[in-house]
């Protein structure tokens, strides 16, 4: 396998879980998930294919807006670093076929079949998943699914769990060659210069665009999301909370990376030494956390948020650790501000 199964594959595990629940006739839990033994979630394949939509969305923006800060959009039709990108997805596809054959997930020719029809996320994609979901909301309640639902819904997630990360490892290729040509600081540069404006324009594509259309829009709906969603490709713990007088501290803890992994193979192939891409992943994770803490918290506390340990740019990690403090304050102007800048209104 190319890339690490427990950082970049969580997806599979998943997706067999799925098929477990179906072969139990438990609809429900397939279609809504459930709690884990081990303290995992499965998020259900109605927020996962939801999720990973609006991961491709992210990815995409996140190779875009790192060519911007470095000055070199035109990167992106640069012919040496399109053929690398595409080797590097070529392998991740190699993984998946790999995994849905040995968890039976599908036959294996439907991954040749969707590669066929493009991994690009087709123009149509919220009006088809909207009828979708209606559709196994009915077959849910009438005791039965039609094969079709459900294998929509195992094709929109392997459709795109290979498309996001065609975007990411295309994001990485990008970050190498900067990282080659210009040097290090250069990277940092990049990375700094566009870091603010990636926190609102993702959190503008997630809360404004994808969301909405992928049927999420309520508050509750997009918190469902944004927590459930997570465990699609994350193992995550909530760590200690304490008290330091009127501050309320809380660690997330995610076990794996996604990014990181991808990374970390990217580095390798392309001669460099580890963690040396790290930056260009972490404070765009960093930046987008910081926006959703400011969109999803009530406006009677104040939030920072920060990243303490990372597993991208950190030897010795174990895991990436994100700190959120809150005071208590009347910080209404913060939800102001954070409607204006994601919504277009006060």
């Not at 179906?22 to 998930?33: M, S, V």
């Not at 900067?178 to 503008?204: I, N, T």
């Not at 508050?219 to 997570?230: A, P, S, T, V």
């Not at 580890?274 to 972490?282: D, F, H, M, N, V």
């Amino acid at each position: 396998m190319y890339y690490d199964e427990f950082h970049n594959h969580k997806w599979a595990r998943n997706l067999k879980h799925a098929r477990d629940l179906l072969a139990l006739g438990n609809l429900e839990a397939f279609y809504h998930g459930e709690e884990l033994p081990d303290g995992d979630v499965f998020p259900g394949m109605r927020v996962m294919a939801a999720y990973l939509v609006s991961v491709e969305h992210e990815m995409k923006l996140r190779m875009r807006i790192l060519l911007k800060g470095a000055g070199h959009p035109e990167w992106e039709n640069d012919p040496e670093l399109r053929a690398k990108a595409h080797e590097f997805h070529a392998r991740y596809v190699a993984d998946m076929r790999e995994l849905v054959e040995r968890d039976h997930i599908v036959p294996v020719e439907r991954l040749q079949i969707l590669s066929e029809r493009g991994w690009e996320t087709p123009a149509d994609w919220a009006e088809v998943m909207r009828a979708k979901q209606q559709q196994t909301l009915d077959g849910i309640r009438a005791g039965s699914l039609e094969p079709d639902w459900v294998e929509y819904w195992f094709d929109t997630c392997l459709r795109a769990v290979s498309n996001y990360n065609r975007y990411l490892i295309w994001g990485g290729v990008n970050a190498a060659a900067l990282y080659q040509r210009e040097g290090p600081e250069a990277l940092r540069r990049a990375v700094d210069s566009v870091a603010e404006e990636f926190m609102w324009a993702v959190s503008r594509e997630f809360f404004a665009v994808v969301m909405p259309a992928a049927g999420f829009e309520d508050i509750g709906d997009l918190m469902e999301l944004g927590l459930r969603g997570m465990y699609t490709d994350n193992y995550y713990l909530k760590g200690e909370e304490r008290q330091e007088g009127e501050k309320t501290i809380r660690i997330s803890i995610l076990k794996n990376c996604q990014l990181a992994g991808i990374y970390r193979r990217i580095e390798e192939w392309s001669g460099l030494p580890p963690q040396s891409l790290g930056y260009a992943i972490c404070r765009f994770c960093e930046r987008h956390g910081e926006a959703t803490m400011m969109i999803t918290l009530p406006p009677m506390v104040a939030p920072t948020y920060r990243l303490v340990q990372s597993l991208a740019m950190h030897p010795h990690a174990d895991a990436c650790r994100f700190e959120l403090t809150t005071v208590p304050a009347d910080d209404m102007d913060r939800i102001l501000n954070v409607q204006e800048k994601i919504f277009g209104a006060s």
